[in-house]
């Protein structure tokens, strides 16, 4: 009993230390004891923004942004860190030419970007930086508030952005390097979807800029801070990410946005957590009258004044059609990395026996899996088996995934060493950004030269968690073989895990799977290999027995393909044209404030 009342106090002792840390935080944050700004677009006086940090490679000049949120921790863009190596950040620094009386360097000893940061789209652009030691708070050097979870930025609200990155685009700040503050009104989501196209702007985001142009950040101000003033506070709304250009009219720059990462920030720095508080917009938001093509209605409760009548709308109970090879939180255009992201491959399905993974498969109806044949020996049993959707890590969290029940296993048998296997689920899936059937080839052409992807599970691949793997071939001659039963690539090495995979390429908005991964256990893969061409068998030459087994196959969205085109994590938007200019506009001008 003794013992258990030690336990008690000491874990009571460790709440209350934690709160009162939280608290004084909350007391100390966001305070600036020489800030009285009125307008901006000019170099900020000395102690102004006192939690801004600049970050230097060590031995080397700025690169980014941060903003001090506690006595330990930064917080700056994930994509300042993909490859940066011995950081150091400079608090308390006005210029970075000359003396700064006020400044304190500290190394950083520990990077943390977020485990959904995607590199394609910028989402959850955001990381933790740990400093070797506790700072030291003076005028000049204080930790900034940050935007709790409830907090609302409507469109218009007054926001000031800091850095020292350049001044206009390809125009470098000039020496001494002073810190500049440009003040700047929040764009709203709905305006920003309409500007960058409709699905780009995920509510992981916020934007800014005058929509007469003028007024922005830029090339290396990546990382540091948004701030918006409320009773006397300042408040971190927004992390700068990315934009195109710098300044343009209706182009607003983006901003990771920092309330929805009040939870993973708190479950990544445990004690003397930072001071988050709530930021109120007043009034009605004005960006709910906002619409343009492609652009969903705003949330039910919240209907602006020009909403579509309701006519427009489906029934309640009109059950929404199932289309497959969506795939809204994937932008694959060229090389990526070999590892996959959340939601990238959201048909991608893990078949396990007795708990572990065994094989990878395909979601291709709502309630049926495809996979390879071999995963399965002699007659399989299915109450062994369950299928997990939704998954990225073998070992690890995945907030994203479901598991369900097997409770039939079909396989094809068409005399060749490749056949299929299709299990029927338990029940339907639940459809969402992370859980999508994809689109079966049907003897559709896939021209030499088109890149295709292959992904899967293998042990020994994506480090400790095992994270789901991603390959990128492209289609080669076949030679002698036929086409219109096999389709030739480059080769890539497939393990066992890796078996009933799909190999996809996309067409016309769409992915397709044009094969189901083999491991290369024959004489035909052996010889093709050397070579460097791997034969696959196409899905296509299983098309009676799929069509039996499933029934109706699953369709594309031929109307969002005709009118419009999914960029990362949304709805359809532009025509085809546009959607084209407007990949070849990001190509060329789309820029990380780096």
Same mark, same amino acid.
């Given at each position: 009993?003794?013992?258990?009342?030690?336990?008690?106090?000491?874990?009571?002792?460790?709440?209350?230390?934690?709160?009162?840390?939280?608290?004084?935080?909350?007391?100390?944050?966001?305070?600036?004891?020489?800030?009285?700004?009125?307008?901006?677009?000019?170099?900020?006086?000395?102690?102004?923004?006192?939690?801004?940090?600049?970050?230097?490679?060590?031995?080397?000049?700025?690169?980014?942004?941060?903003?001090?949120?506690?006595?330990?921790?930064?917080?700056?863009?994930?994509?300042?860190?993909?490859?940066?190596?011995?950081?150091?950040?400079?608090?308390?620094?006005?210029?970075?030419?000359?003396?700064?009386?006020?400044?304190?360097?500290?190394?950083?000893?520990?990077?943390?970007?977020?485990?959904?940061?995607?590199?394609?789209?910028?989402?959850?652009?955001?990381?933790?930086?740990?400093?070797?030691?506790?700072?030291?708070?003076?005028?000049?050097?204080?930790?900034?508030?940050? !935007?709790?979870?409830?907090?609302?930025?409507?469109?218009?609200?007054?926001?000031?952005?800091?850095?020292?990155?350049?001044?206009?685009?390809?125009?470098?700040?000039?020496?001494?390097?002073?810190?500049?503050?440009?003040?700047?009104?929040?764009?709203?989501?709905?305006?920003?979807?309409?500007?960058?196209?409709?699905?780009?702007?995920?509510?992981?985001?916020?934007?800014?800029?005058?929509?007469?142009?003028?007024?922005? !950040?830029?090339?290396?101000?990546?990382?540091?801070?948004?701030?918006?003033?409320?009773?006397?506070?300042?408040?971190?709304?927004?992390?700068?990410?990315?934009?195109?250009?710098?300044?343009?009219?209706?182009?607003?720059?983006?901003?990771?946005?920092?309330?929805?990462?009040?939870?993973?920030?708190?479950?990544?720095?445990?004690?003397?957590?930072?001071?988050?508080?709530?930021?109120?917009?007043?009034?009605?938001?004005?960006?709910?009258?906002?619409?343009?093509?492609?652009?969903?209605?705003?949330?039910?409760?919240?209907?602006?004044?020009?909403?579509?009548?309701?006519?427009?709308?489906?029934?309640?109970?009109?059950?929404?059609?199932?289309?497959?090879?969506?795939?809204?939180?994937?932008?694959?255009?060229?090389?990526?990395?070999?590892?996959?992201?959340?939601?990238?491959?959201?048909?991608?399905?893990?078949?396990?026996?007795?708990?572990?993974?065994?094989?990878?498969?395909?979601?291709?109806?709502?309630?049926?899996?495809?996979?390879?044949?071999?995963?399965?020996?002699?007659?399989?049993?299915?109450?062994?088996?369950?299928?997990?959707?939704?998954?990225?890590?073998?070992?690890?969290?995945?907030?994203?995934?479901?598991?369900?029940?097997?409770?039939?296993?079909?396989?094809?048998?068409?005399?060749?060493?490749?056949?299929?296997?299709?299990?029927?689920?338990?029940?339907?899936?639940?459809?969402?950004?992370?859980?999508?059937?994809?689109?079966?080839?049907?003897?559709?052409?896939?021209?030499?030269?088109?890149?295709?992807?292959?992904?899967?599970?293998?042990?020994?691949?994506?480090?400790?968690?095992?994270?789901?793997?991603?390959?990128?071939?492209?289609?080669?001659?076949?030679?002698?073989?036929?086409?219109?039963?096999?389709?030739?690539?480059?080769?890539?090495?497939?393990?066992?895990?890796?078996?009933?995979?799909?190999?996809?390429?996309?067409?016309?908005?769409?992915?397709?799977?044009?094969?189901?991964?083999?491991?290369?256990?024959?004489?035909?893969?052996?010889?093709?290999?050397?070579?460097?061409?791997?034969?696959?068998?196409?899905?296509?030459?299983?098309?009676?027995?799929?069509?039996?087994?499933?029934?109706?196959?699953?369709?594309?969205?031929?109307?969002?393909?005709?009118?419009?085109?999914?960029?990362?994590?949304?709805?359809?938007?532009?025509?085809?044209?546009?959607?084209?200019?407007?990949?070849?506009?990001?190509?060329?001008?789309?820029?990380?404030?780096?």
């Amino acid at each position: 009993m003794a013992l258990c009342k030690v336990f008690c106090l000491a874990a009571a002792l460790i709440l209350l230390t934690r709160e009162s840390e939280a608290q004084a935080n909350e007391d100390i944050c966001g305070l600036s004891a020489t800030n009285t700004r009125i307008v901006g677009g000019e170099a900020a006086p000395e102690g102004s923004w006192p939690w801004q940090v600049s970050l230097h490679i060590s031995g080397e000049s700025h690169f980014c942004g941060g903003s001090l949120i506690n006595s330990e921790w930064v917080m700056t863009a994930a994509h300042c860190f993909q490859s940066v190596r011995n950081v150091v950040a400079f608090l308390g620094r006005q210029r970075q030419l000359g003396s700064n009386m006020n400044e304190d360097s500290q190394t950083v000893v520990q990077v943390i970007n977020h485990p959904n940061y995607n590199p394609s789209t910028f989402n959850n652009d955001i990381s933790l930086l740990r400093l070797e030691r506790a700072v030291m708070f003076t005028n000049f050097i204080r930790p900034v508030c940050l !935007a709790a979870a409830s907090s609302t930025f409507h469109s218009g609200v007054d926001s000031w952005v800091t850095g020292w990155g350049n001044v206009g685009e390809d125009t470098p700040l000039p020496p001494p390097g002073d810190l500049m503050e440009v003040e700047v009104p929040v764009v709203g989501n709905r305006q920003c979807n309409c500007d960058y196209g409709v699905g780009s702007i995920t509510g992981n985001m916020v934007c800014a800029v005058l929509r007469t142009g003028g007024k922005d !950040a830029c090339q290396g101000d990546s990382g540091g801070p948004m701030v918006s003033k409320q009773n006397g506070r300042w408040i971190q709304s927004g992390i700068v990410s990315f934009g195109i250009g710098c300044a343009r009219p209706e182009l607003p720059g983006v901003y990771t946005r920092v309330s929805e990462y009040q939870t993973w920030i708190n479950s990544q720095i445990r004690s003397n957590q930072p001071g988050f508080l709530a930021y109120n917009s007043p009034g009605t938001d004005s960006d709910l009258n906002v619409t343009c093509p492609g652009l969903p209605p705003p949330p039910i409760g919240t209907p602006p004044a020009n909403t579509l009548p309701p006519a427009t709308t489906p029934p309640a109970n009109t059950p929404k059609p199932v289309f497959c090879g969506r795939a809204p939180l994937n932008s694959r255009i060229l090389e990526g990395s070999s590892v996959a992201t959340a939601g990238e491959w959201p048909w991608m399905a893990s078949l396990q026996k007795n708990g572990s993974h065994v094989c990878g498969g395909t979601l291709v109806a709502v309630d049926a899996v495809m996979s390879n044949a071999a995963c399965f020996s002699g007659s399989p049993t299915p109450s062994e088996w369950t299928v997990v959707l939704g998954r990225l890590k073998q070992n690890g969290s995945n907030p994203f995934e479901v598991t369900l029940n097997v409770t039939d296993i079909t396989l094809s048998n068409v005399g060749g060493p490749e056949n299929l296997a299709v299990l029927r689920l338990s029940a339907s899936a639940t459809l969402t950004d992370y859980i999508q059937p994809i689109c079966l080839d049907t003897g559709r052409t896939f021209t030499v030269g088109s890149a295709c992807w292959a992904a899967g599970w293998s042990a020994g691949r994506g480090g400790e968690e095992e994270v789901l793997q991603e390959f990128q071939t492209s289609v080669v001659n076949c030679g002698n073989a036929s086409m219109s039963d096999n389709l030739c690539t480059g080769s890539f090495t497939l393990e066992q895990g890796d078996s009933g995979g799909p190999l996809m390429c996309k067409q016309e908005d769409s992915w397709f799977q044009a094969v189901v991964l083999a491991p290369e256990n024959n004489s035909t893969f052996a010889t093709a290999r050397v070579e460097g061409v791997t034969v696959h068998t196409r899905v296509s030459s299983f098309q009676s027995f799929l069509r039996q087994t499933l029934g109706t196959l699953l369709s594309p969205d031929t109307n969002a393909n005709a009118n419009s085109t999914s960029t990362s994590g949304g709805a359809p938007t532009c025509p085809p044209l546009l959607s084209v200019l407007h990949l070849l506009v990001l190509a060329s001008s789309l820029r990380l404030f780096l």
